[in-house]
């Protein structure tokens, strides 16, 4: 379980492959505009990949290099999670991102792209916030803002994405789910 008692000191989690189709870079442009309101931001980045480097170089061009943490490749992230209070994908398709509900699952409030099957998971200012664009940095850099400013809002949704994962993601639900396909499957299955 990763909710309670650990310190959330991560504003704002992005995790994914450094690439264009993720947005790495995007994330760090939000961090630009945020850092006017928060001066004292901090974001971690972990994963890897073509984009890597290209993002730690923009983080300087941008001025926050000393609120980016950038990780690379992690096995073990759940810590990661533990310790965040937003996490940001601004990708420009997706399917149901495991990153998402791993962070959900520890009371991390997304604010993600409208894209793929992420709105079969998010409820709208409920679990996590659905951005429509990708492209639309000022409309994420708004609704981080909003988390940032609101620690009680943060928590109950925080909360809320976690409960979601734990009724609808955890081992359990997808015992339950694999045993009702193998009944329409094979009808007579543990009638034997």
Avoid: W
Wanted: charged residues 20%; contains cysteine.
């Amino acid at each position: 379980n990763c909710l309670p008692e650990t310190e959330k000191n991560i504003d704002l989690l992005f995790v994914g492959t450094f690439r264009e189709l993720k947005g790495p870079d995007r994330v760090l442009e939000m961090i630009a505009l945020l850092k006017k309101d928060f001066p004292a931001i901090h974001a971690c980045l972990i994963g890897d990949g073509s984009l890597f480097h290209t993002c730690m170089n923009l983080s300087k061009t941008l001025g926050i290099s000393g609120n980016v943490t950038f990780e690379g490749h992690l096995d073990e992230i759940s810590d990661y999670y533990r310790r965040s209070k937003v996490f940001a994908l601004p990708s420009q398709s997706e399917g149901l991102p495991t990153s998402m509900l791993e962070a959900m699952a520890c009371g991390c409030v997304p604010v993600v792209s409208d894209v793929g099957n992420i709105r079969d998971t998010i409820r709208h200012a409920e679990n996590g916030f659905l951005i429509r664009d990708y492209k639309d940095i000022r409309s994420f850099v708004h609704t981080i803002q909003v988390l940032l400013s609101d620690p009680s809002l943060r928590m109950v949704m925080g909360l809320n994405a976690a409960k979601t994962v734990q009724e609808n993601y955890s081992v359990e639900h997808q015992v339950k789910v694999v045993e009702r396909m193998i009944h329409i499957l094979f009808p007579g299955y543990g009638n034997l």
